[in-house]
């Protein structure tokens, strides 16, 4: 893939594009929280096989092959129903559905081993319950089957405690003409990042809430792109990418400070904060004890600003983790400008800019720095395989005002951009 470009100069003016043909990057993301069927019943062209619309009430009985090692029950039923979601068959077992050699299992990380006997009906689409709401969406790009969306910062992808109105998720039912959608509230994070497609994210979800729909999540102070998948074909397909770490994901962001290394890779385990249960932490080691997941990302300063007192620094993910780029971020002490949950303060901003200004610019570093507002990170590229024409997409959105404005103060105080970027 072609690096962006992250000139900000045509930013203000700048729109949204699709490009086709990329060479993806192995970049793993999560797939999380669920939307119903389609906006439309027409299916693309592009595929020689109709995928089935709903999959309730088709049965499975079939023998594990005799020479199958050690699976996991959701993912083998997954394997053999075409099309379908590993959620939706989770649902199904959870429901009491799925039977091994005749005993009822509702574990969906229950082994299967060669010679069970597995007997498997899909349920029913529960009834949705949140409300569909005339939000205004930046739709970047519409199809039958996938929607992709420009999020702005300061809304929540779906439904939650605290949150039951004004998300992503109630814009898009409207704009899908659904009435209602069915929301799972056992989530740790109500506007978590990223979800990768591990035993964390299935064990998060109830059995009540499934639908095709959301893919990935973006925080509430994170904008930028975000896919939808319209149908649970689509949906499945775009979960097995997940899985291979075919689709490509590009953040920016602007740091408190700058890495003491031009572009590198960090890979230090992620769990949750035990002195703070509403932030995730990066520590070493971590991965052998708890609940800590492998996390690794890679990134790249694009151009130091304010004579050092901050950066702009481009990320790809490796893993999917929640919060990743800001509990990484913050370990390599950069935190990002903005993130009050993760070190990057207002306080922490003053003591960086203002010694690097002449006194007559101490105003404008105050007035700057009382503008954040939310951490300074944007999902600016998305690209995936099309799940029915199976046609290479990407989509890239320049960051929208707030994040463009401070940038441009920045770069005021003082830029210098890397040779080699």
């Given at each position: 893939?072609?690096?962006?470009?992250?000139?900000?100069?045509?930013?203000?003016?700048?729109?949204?594009?699709?490009?086709?043909?990329?060479?993806?990057?192995?970049i793993?993301?999560g797939?999380?929280?669920i939307?119903?069927?389609?906006?439309?019943?027409s299916?693309?062209g592009?595929?020689?096989?109709?995928?089935?619309?709903?999959?309730a009430g088709?049965?499975?009985?079939?023998?594990?092959?005799t020479?199958?090692?050690k699976l996991?029950?959701?993912?083998?039923?997954?394997?053999?129903?075409?099309g379908?979601?590993r959620?939706r068959?989770?649902s199904?077992?959870?429901?009491?559905?799925?039977?091994?050699n005749g005993q009822v299992?509702?574990?969906?990380?229950?082994?299967?081993?060669?010679?069970?006997?597995?007997?498997?009906t899909?349920?029913?689409?529960?009834?949705?319950?949140?409300?569909?709401?005339?939000?205004?969406?930046?739709?970047?790009?519409e199809?039958d089957?996938?929607l992709?969306?420009?999020?702005?910062?300061?809304?929540?992808?779906?439904?939650?405690?605290?949150?039951?109105?004004?998300?992503?998720?109630?814009?898009?039912l409207h704009?899908?003409?659904?009435?209602?959608?069915?929301?799972?509230?056992q989530?740790a994070?109500?506007?978590?990042?990223?979800i990768?497609?591990?035993?964390?994210?299935?064990?998060?979800i109830?059995?009540?809430?499934?639908?095709?729909?959301?893919?990935?999540?973006?925080?509430?102070?994170?904008?930028?792109?975000?896919?939808?998948?319209?149908?649970?074909?689509s949906?499945?397909?775009?979960?097995?990418?997940?899985?291979?770490?075919?689709?490509e994901r590009?953040?920016?962001?602007?740091?408190?400070?700058?890495p003491?290394?031009?572009?590198g890779?960090?890979?230090?385990?992620?769990s949750?904060?035990?002195?703070?249960?509403i932030?995730?932490?990066a520590?070493p080691?971590s991965n052998?004890h708890?609940q800590?997941r492998?996390?690794?990302s890679r990134?790249?300063?694009?151009?130091?600003?304010?004579g050092g007192g901050s950066?702009?620094v481009?990320?790809r993910?490796?893993t999917?983790?929640t919060?990743?780029?800001?509990?990484?971020a913050?370990?390599?002490?950069i935190?990002?400008?903005?993130?009050?949950?993760?070190g990057?303060?207002?306080?922490m901003?003053?003591s960086?800019l203002?010694?690097?200004?002449a006194?007559?610019?101490?105003?404008?570093v105050?007035?700057?720095?009382?503008?954040l507002?939310?951490p300074?990170?944007?999902?600016?590229?998305?690209?995936?395989?099309?799940?029915?024409t199976?046609?290479?997409?990407?989509?890239?959105?320049?960051?929208?005002?707030d994040?463009?404005?401070?940038?441009s103060?920045?770069?005021?105080?003082?830029?210098?951009?890397?040779?080699?970027n």
């Open positions: 893939m072609t690096m962006l470009s992250l000139n900000s100069a045509s930013w203000g003016s700048a729109s949204c594009t699709k490009g086709l043909q990329f060479s993806p990057t192995k793993p993301f797939v999380f929280k939307l119903r069927a389609r906006c439309s019943s299916s693309s592009g595929n020689n096989r109709e995928p089935i619309a709903n999959y088709v049965q499975l009985e079939e023998t594990v092959d020479k199958a090692g996991r029950l959701d993912a083998w039923i997954s394997s053999r129903i075409d379908i979601s959620a068959v989770q199904s077992i959870r429901s009491g559905l799925v039977s091994i299992v509702s574990k969906v990380s229950h082994n299967v081993k060669g010679g069970d006997m597995v007997n498997c899909i349920s029913e689409l529960q009834p949705l319950r949140a409300e569909a709401e005339d939000i205004p969406l930046d739709i970047v790009y199809d089957n996938v992709v969306v420009n999020k702005p910062a300061h809304m929540v992808v779906h439904p939650a405690p605290g949150n039951a109105t004004g998300t992503l998720v109630n814009g898009i704009h899908c003409s659904l009435p209602t959608l069915a929301s799972s509230n989530e994070f109500s506007d978590a990042e990223d990768s497609d591990d035993e964390e994210f299935s064990s998060s109830s059995g009540a809430s499934i639908r095709p729909g959301i893919v990935h999540r973006l925080d509430k102070g994170t904008s930028g792109l975000l896919v939808v998948a319209k149908d649970e074909h949906h499945a397909h775009l979960s097995e990418q997940f899985k291979l770490h075919t689709i590009v953040y920016i962001s602007l740091t408190s400070g700058v003491s290394q031009s572009s890779r960090i890979e230090v385990p992620i949750r904060d035990p002195n703070n249960r932030r995730m932490a520590i080691g052998k708890g800590a492998h996390a690794a990134y790249k300063v694009i151009e130091i600003l304010a950066a702009l481009e990320w993910l490796e999917g983790r919060h990743q780029i800001r509990a990484h913050k370990y390599m002490g935190p990002l400008l903005g993130d009050e949950v993760y990057g303060t207002k306080n901003a003053k960086l203002q010694p690097r200004t006194p007559g610019s101490h105003g404008k105050l007035k700057l720095v009382s503008g507002q939310r300074c990170l944007h999902a600016v590229a998305l690209g995936f395989t099309h799940p029915h199976r046609e290479k997409i990407q989509f890239s959105c320049p960051p929208p005002a994040f463009a404005e401070i940038l103060q920045l770069r005021e105080i003082g830029t210098e951009k890397l040779s080699s």
